[in-house]
């Protein structure tokens, strides 16, 4: 099998994980949490008191994640141990 370039080898237990966001964040509801959660948490978290803006930061950081999670979705990832001993489709 060709290996691209990009392609991410990841673990089982990494891919379940994966699925399990990617199963709630894409229904119709989970769009919904994470629309509303970007409207609450992405915007400033300039604070005058440096302890509310690290926790404003901490927020954002969690929407952050989570797209981040999301957007491995478009990647082609691969999970270790295939049948070929490295990758499995």
């Given at each position: 099998?060709?290996?691209?370039k990009d392609t991410k080898f990841v673990s089982p237990e990494f891919m379940s994980f994966l699925v399990d966001?990617?199963?709630?964040f894409f229904s119709e509801r989970g769009k919904r949490v994470l629309?509303?959660?970007r409207e609450k948490y992405c915007a400033s978290s300039f604070h005058e008191?440096?302890?509310r803006m690290g926790y404003l930061c901490?927020?954002?950081d969690v929407v952050v994640e989570i797209e981040?999670?999301?957007s491995m979705r478009n990647q082609d990832i691969q999970v270790e141990g295939g049948e070929d001993g490295n990758s499995k489709e």
């Amino acid at each position: 099998m060709e290996r691209l370039k990009d392609t991410k080898f990841v673990s089982p237990e990494f891919m379940s994980f994966l699925v399990d966001y990617w199963e709630v964040f894409f229904s119709e509801r989970g769009k919904r949490v994470l629309d509303d959660m970007r409207e609450k948490y992405c915007a400033s978290s300039f604070h005058e008191n440096p302890y509310r803006m690290g926790y404003l930061c901490g927020q954002r950081d969690v929407v952050v994640e989570i797209e981040e999670v999301l957007s491995m979705r478009n990647q082609d990832i691969q999970v270790e141990g295939g049948e070929d001993g490295n990758s499995k489709e």
